[in-house]
């Protein structure tokens, strides 16, 4: 029986699906990569990954395949690692491998590998040391970054005060409070907390990071060329991208107009003037691109992980509230309250210190952290990398692995307590990463999660009309464990 014309088409395709299939098979077994879950052509391994639980269904996985495995994104293997051990073998012992920055869809489509977080090379060289050396001056001034975290912690506390004993939802504001350290610092001023275009563009912010925790963002990561064409939510982040983008050019053309060269106010005016002795140099990474993108990633960088952290810390102290009081006991013997806290405080304060490490720890604020990749073909624990493949340490793996917490799906302060009670500092403590790309602004976080929370908890007592054993303290369901349950709470002066 003849086939006709259209049933021999269908069988050449059928074939030549059947030898690609086959064949690209055999290109899979022939590298060596980590093993992994099987995987399909164009699919990657999407079928055995949550897209709204994937650093959850990611651990489970490397139950099965080892702390090193392969996952495909399409027919891209990106190669997990699970574990501190793993980790840090891979960001410390291994860093000349693997302290490049992974491609991300943010990285090529949105910034296009502009800025500090997201860039490579010379140009990320460049920019961290220009980026951390300015941080330092600013915070080494008359007004030096502490000081302004004192400050803007007493505007907290007096917005609080203002919803008397009516419950309220802290996240806005405490996102504004946190927000207002990293914009005196990159922009030079503090915002009103009824600013309506500071509310805005915060919100803004927070719908671009929904976004992309929700399934729509990870597929725009698995199929970045695809998802542009196909109408959805995902289609916001374009929209508020471009308006946080004219809220800092519109700041940069402000700085532009009012500089003294002589006498820089912020980042920007630094950054400005860093361009201008740049100017002849063709080559230079200092011009308004990266300006905008370094600008970015500072904010970024300095709100929404602070914000989710401290608007994690009192959920959990309120479902927590003898650990509460037990920092309060210790606030009142060491600052009393008369003064402000201070960063010197906290060597003498074993007990809070143990509190806030563990809440970041349980916190977990940056699961899947930022993909890396491999600088050039290596063999990391017997398996061939070759050069450019994306390696993404999960840190969540780290802050909730039980060869290092005892109860690591448990809040408990505990874990950074010795016998006598004192502070224990724990090696798989790294919320914000390890090696040569942990997290620039580590040391400004560290000084505002502790400033605020112990000035909050200094002039306040914070309630809520649930019962303890109906808070749940765990991040957001079908959210990639990147969003911090909304709550309401009322506060009582002390």
């Known amino acids: ?122 140009r990320w060289q460049q920019l961290r040391r220009f980026s951390l050396t300015t941080l330092r001056n600013f915070g080494m001034g008359k007004r030096g970054i502490a000081e302004r975290i004192q400050e803007e912690a007493h505007f907290l506390v007096e917005e609080f005060k203002k919803n008397g004993e009516n419950l309220f939802d802290p996240s806005d504001i405490l996102h504004l409070a946190v927000s207002n350290i990293i914009c005196s610092i990159v922009f030079g001023e503090r915002f009103d907390y009824k600013d309506e275009k500071f509310i805005n563009l915060l919100f803004m ?86 300006l905008f993108a370094t600008v970015k990633d500072l904010f970024n960088a300095g709100i929404e992980t602070t914000g989710s952290t401290l608007k994690s810390a009192l959920l959990i102290l309120l479902k927590h509230a003898d650990v509460a009081r037990k920092m309060q006991e ?45 600088s050039k073909d290596t063999v990391f624990q017997g398996y061939s990398i070759p050069k450019d493949t994306t390696v993404s ?8 692995d039980p060869k290092y917490f005892r109860n690591p799906e448990k809040f408990d302060p505990g874990h950074f307590l010795d016998e006598h009670g004192q502070f224990k500092n724990n090696k798989a403590f790294i919320p914000f990463s390890i090696g040569k790309r942990n997290c620039l602004g580590e040391g400004l976080a560290q000084m505002e999660i502790f400033l605020f929370l112990t000035t909050i908890l200094q002039k306040l007592d914070f309630k809520t009309n649930r019962a303890p054993e109906d808070i749940e303290i765990t991040p957001e369901p079908g959210k990639n464990g990147v969003i911090v349950r909304s709550y309401q709470m009322y506060v009582e002066p002390r």
């Open 1 to 122: 029986m003849e086939l006709g014309v259209t049933g021999s088409i269908a069988l050449a395709v059928c074939v030549s699906l059947i030898v690609y299939f086959f064949s690209w098979k055999k290109k899979l077994r022939s590298r060596n990569l980590p093993p992994g879950p099987p995987t399909l052509p164009l699919l990657g391994t999407i079928l055995h990954m949550s897209t709204t639980e994937m650093h959850q269904s990611l651990k489970k996985l490397s139950k099965k395949y080892g702390p090193v495995l392969t996952i495909y994104i399409g027919n891209e293997p990106m190669v997990v690692l699970v574990g501190y051990d793993c980790v840090r073998e891979a960001l410390i012992d291994h860093s000349d491998v693997f302290s490049t920055r992974g491609n991300t869809f943010f990285a090529k489509a949105m910034l296009k590998d502009y800025g500090v977080v997201l860039s490579n090379g010379e």
């Open 330 to 374: 210790e606030i009142d013997n060491v600052i009393g309250q008369s003064r402000s806290p201070s960063m010197e405080d906290r060597i003498r304060m074993p007990y809070t210190d143990a509190v806030i490490h563990e809440i970041q720890r349980f916190a977990d604020i940056v699961p899947l952290g930022i993909p890396h990749s491999a």
């Open 205 to 290: 912010m927070k719908e671009i990071l929904n976004t992309i925790a929700s399934k729509w963002g990870i597929l725009l990561n698995l199929f970045p060329k695809t998802s542009l064409y196909i109408p959805g939510p995902h289609q916001k982040i374009f929209t508020n991208f471009r308006k946080v983008k004219n809220f800092i050019m519109e700041s940069v053309d402000h700085h532009k107009k009012t500089i003294d060269m002589n006498c820089p106010r912020d980042f920007i005016d630094s950054f400005l003037i860093k361009m201008e002795e740049e100017k002849e140099n063709s080559n230079t990474e200092y011009h308004i691109d990266n």
């Open 393 to 400: 340490p999960l840190l969540s793996s780290v802050l909730k």
